[in-house]
């Protein structure tokens, strides 16, 4: 999985940052590794031209094998947090979109439900 740390105007982009966030974001998307592409996370200020304004965004994108890209977005007061945010909600979003896509590819078609022997014609079936 490659991930790449884009900073906009207001953020203050350094080595260490970069290093840090990937480093987070590694230990807490790991376990997803072989179903990411790519993850690009996206720094903005978004008062930077303001006097005073403190709302930092951080969002993350994430590129799935065969299912596409990903993206969520959080707003807070600096940019760890705005990141930890983010990074939270990608990975429930993961959790929510690779544990559908398993339990879609571990269910039985139905014309297999149908073949099995203890299938009685005569049951209810109630949706």
Known sequence: ???????????????????????????????FAEHLTRVDIHLHDLNSSKRGGIEKRCQIEAHVARMGAVSV???????SQAFEGAAEKLKHLLDHKIGEARSHRHQKPVIDLLSTNDFDPNDTVVS
Not at 5 to 25: E, S
Not at 73 to 79: A, C, I, L, P
């Open 1 to 31: 999985m490659m991930i790449q740390v884009h900073t906009g105007q207001g953020i203050n982009g350094t080595q260490d940052l970069h290093d840090r966030l990937i480093g987070m974001l590694e230990a807490d998307l790991g376990h």
């Open 73 to 79: 977005h959080s707003d807070d007061e600096t940019v």
